[in-house]
């Protein structure tokens, strides 16, 4: 299987290399580079199989080519391949306990293994893979898709309760995409503001199926989404919302998960965020999201929680707090601080800058500190970014 999907994806990149030299008009390529180099400083930390302080340096560069072929006026087919290559101490380290580096990349496929990955006690590690593979069909009022996909259903900037197909997390800031899922998307538009839409995610076993229906509408100048289905082994119903208070927007989603198993309990999760842009290009975002399956864990736990719609954040509550602001034209920066209250008050600080080289070149500084309080309140991790990323 392996050596037919290497085959496969070799074809795939050839002939989206080789489509750009030709003059047709029925397709689009485009993508980008990125180089990203990371130094992360690691506080003592058993939970992470850390014994003593140490530092990692890490390098990646991220290729992606995205290509859409127009069959027809209302066929498309999309395919978008994703290539990194990583080398450095996490790689390395990751090998001497044991754990394949490459294993842990082959986690982000769904159904069908569309990746091929490798990695070596060097502290050299690669994966290329297709996260967008599908065969579209639209027309007035039909949207079809078939095959591996972005379901979104998230509405809220921070994190979405409503999101049950591919839950991401912030924190992996290099995926602007966000992952996919092995799925068939039905949407049928009743008008221009409101649409319905079923879509089922493919399964090896009924546990692991998620199928569900949203339906979207537009009410007192906010736009509503109500959703409803199975997420492998809960019923989940959900809402959603995006309009205004007066000047400044206001969005949220909540979602409840019935458990059909009597061991695990029932959970909640509710997300609601306001946002304001200021005359000066000054942009604030806040709010708060609620997780019932939280717990007042140690702070590096971020890194290590196991992430879903039920689970988007390892807390119970956290505060969040976003300022986003162009000092030039070519220079903007931001500021994101979350804040968990609880025995151990972690504290999540998230400084970004950003500089536009060119049209096509952008320079990224990039910051992750983490805080929390065991015997003392400290760090137990420091992280620097730097990207370049050039676009094509």
């Known amino acids: 299987m392996k050596r037919i999907t ?61 290509f859409k072929w127009f069959l027809n006026d209302k066929l498309n087919l999309k395919a978008d391949l994703r290539t990194r290559v990583f080398w450095g101490d996490q790689v390395q380290f990751s090998e001497l306990l044991g754990v394949s580096y490459a294993e842990s990349l082959e986690d982000a496929n769904d159904i ?13 590690a690669f994966q290329s893979m297709l996260d967008r593979f599908y065969l579209e069909y639209m027309s007035e009022k039909w949207e079809i898709r078939l095959g591996r996909q972005r379901i979104n259903w998230g509405i809220s900037t921070f994190w979405n309760p409503n999101d049950i197909f591919n839950a991401f997390t ?33 399964f090896d076993n009924f546990d692991e199926a998620v199928i569900a229906g949203l339906w979207k ?20 119903l959900g809402l ?14 909540i979602s409840y998960f019935y458990s059909l198993e009597e061991e695990i309990d029932n959970s909640f999760g509710a997300n609601f965020g306001i946002d304001y842009m200021f005359s000066n290009s000054l942009y604030l975002n806040g709010g708060f999201l609620f997780n019932s399956n939280g717990e007042s864990r140690s702070g590096s736990e971020i890194l290590l929680f196991e992430l879903s719609a039920k689970n988007l954040y390892p807390y119970k509550w956290t505060i969040y707090s976003q300022a986003l602001y162009p000092f030039t034209q070519l220079i903007n920066g931001g500021l994101a601080i979350l804040y968990s209250p609880g025995d151990l008050h972690a504290l999540f600080v998230n400084p970004t800058l950003t500089y536009s080289i060119s049209e096509n070149w952008d320079f990224d500084l990039i910051g992750q500190i983490i805080f929390d309080k065991s015997d003392k309140y400290k760090s137990p991790l420091q992280a620097i970014f730097l990207r370049t990323k050039f676009s094509f």
């Open 112 to 124: 069908l293994d569309l990746s091929i990955e490798g990695s070596s006690m060097k502290g050299l």
């Open 240 to 253: 959603g919302w995006a309009g205004n208070l007066k000047d400044a927007g206001f969005k949220g989603e």
């Open 217 to 236: 509408f537009n009410k007192s100048n906010y736009d509503f989404q109500v959703l409803a289905g199975l997420m492998e082994r809960d019923l989940v």
């Open 6 to 66: 290497c085959i496969f994806l070799f074809l795939i990149q050839f002939f989206l290399i080789t489509a750009q030299e030709q003059k047709t008009k029925n397709w689009i390529l485009n993508g980008y580079v990125k180089n990203l180099q990371s130094v992360i400083f690691f506080d003592n930390n058993p939970a992470l199989g850390i014994p003593q302080s140490i530092t990692f340096k890490d390098n990646l560069i991220h290729n992606r080519l995205n």
């Open 170 to 202: 912030f924190t992996d800031f290099d995926y602007a995409e966000r992952p996919g899922s092995d799925a068939l998307r039905v949407r049928y538009f009743l008008n221009y503001a409101s649409s319905i839409e079923i879509a089922v995610k493919a």
